[in-house]
Structures are given as structure tokens and as C-alpha cells.
């Protein structure tokens, strides 16, 4: 199994910026992509930032040039560095991983969120 667990979490005005954390720990091979994703309240969870191992980025065009994804793939944890806020960015944040947990067996995993609130 694979724990993720995030941090960063927080409030912060219209404009600020914030950091998300997420560490994966458990057992596992290894992990191919790792990424965010958030859900506003009344709306369906929506990816915002993945990367791939090899380093490949893909980000949902609301956060493109305002968002920066990176990975420390020697400690298995994911990062999003989130400036220039706005209060539509809004919502539980969650981690998302794909691991290997056997020779041919890969599953996706979820952590528990982090709470960001934007202020106007």
C-alpha cells in the first residue's frame, strides 16, 4: 500500500502565494506520475498539474504560467508552488500517484487533501 499524505495547506489573500507538499511512503517499486488535482465545493475534481517521471508537465490552462510543478523523486515527494492566487483557485487539493506495488501490478492512490482558501 501507499500513504500520501500533503501539507501546505492554508488561507491567503487574492494575489499571495503557497506551497503544497506531498510526501508518498509505504511499500512500492516505484512511482511513474505524480500530480494535484482540486475540488471547489459543487464542482467535479479537476486535474491541475502532472509529471512524469521522465519529466514530462501537463497543466490545466487555469493555472498554466501561475503554477510550477516539481518532484524529488529520490525522496518520493511532489510539490506545487502556487502564485499570483486567485479566489477561484479555491479548493481541496489532492495528491495523486500512480505505483508500481508489484512486479506487474500498478494502482492509483489519492491522499486526504489540503484545504486552500483564497481571499478577495
Known amino acids: 500500500q501507499v500513504q500520501l499524505v500533503e501539507s501546505g495547506g492554508g488561507l491567503v489573500q487574492d494575489g499571495g502565494s503557497l506551497r503544497l507538499s506531498c510526501a508518498a511512503s509505504?511499500?512500492?517499486?516505484?512511482?511513474?506520475?505524480m500530480g494535484w488535482y482540486r475540488q471547489a465545493p459543487g464542482k467535479q475534481r479537476e486535474q491541475v498539474a502532472i509529471l512524469m517521471s521522465g519529466g514530462d508537465v501537463n497543466y490545466a490552462d487555469s493555472v498554466r504560467d501561475r503554477f510550477t510543478i516539481s518532484r524529488d523523486n529520490a525522496e518520493n515527494m511532489v510539490y506545487l508552488q502556487m502564485n499570483s492566487l486567485k479566489p477561484e483557485d479555491t479548493a481541496l487539493y489532492y495528491c495523486?500517484?500512480?505505483?508500481?506495488?508489484?512486479?506487474?501490478?500498478?494502482?492509483?492512490?489519492w491522499g486526504q487533501g489540503t484545504q486552500v482558501t483564497v481571499s478577495s
Open positions: 495523486n500517484a500512480y505505483a508500481q506495488i508489484s512486479r506487474e501490478l500498478w494502482r492509483e492512490y
Open positions: 509505504g511499500s512500492f517499486f516505484s512511482i511513474s506520475v
